[in-house]
């Protein structure tokens, strides 16, 4: 199983972005996805995460601005970003934990996209 990330680029404070991360391959089952970010000089921190029941978390500093989806069907989740802040520039990474056929959890990583926020 693999995730495929997409969706970053540069936007101009108070614009928007959407991230997908969709992930492909056979045997398994999700068990949740979502987005981290790190910006440079940081730590790694959680921005949003949603589990297959559709239970989503937040960072406190993207509440009410970024909203995180899933769309079963393909096995992708969006993270919609509105009202983007410099704050926000950062490589922004999807992971997940699926379960495979042993109905093991299995934890993924995928490859960065970054997001810069800037006039």
């Known amino acids: 199983v693999q995730l495929q990330a997409s969706g970053g680029g540069l936007v101009q404070p108070g614009g928007s972005l959407r991230l997908s991360c969709e992930a492909s391959?056979?045997?398994?089952?999700?068990?949740?996805m979502g987005w981290y970010r790190q910006a440079p000089g940081k730590q790694r921190e959680l921005v949003a995460v949603?589990?297959?029941?559709?239970?989503?978390t937040y960072a406190d500093s993207v509440k009410g601005r970024f909203t995180i989806s899933k769309d079963n069907s393909k096995n992708t989740v969006h993270l919609q970003m509105n009202d983007l802040k410099p704050g926000d520039t950062a490589v922004y990474y999807c992971?997940?934990?699926?379960?495979?056929?042993?109905?093991?959890?299995?934890?993924?990583g995928g490859q960065g996209t970054l997001v810069t926020v800037s006039s």
């Open positions: 391959g056979s045997g398994f089952r999700l068990n949740y």
């Open positions: 992971d997940a934990v699926v379960f495979n056929q042993m109905q093991e959890p299995v934890a993924l």
């Open positions: 949603i589990t297959s029941g559709g239970r989503t």
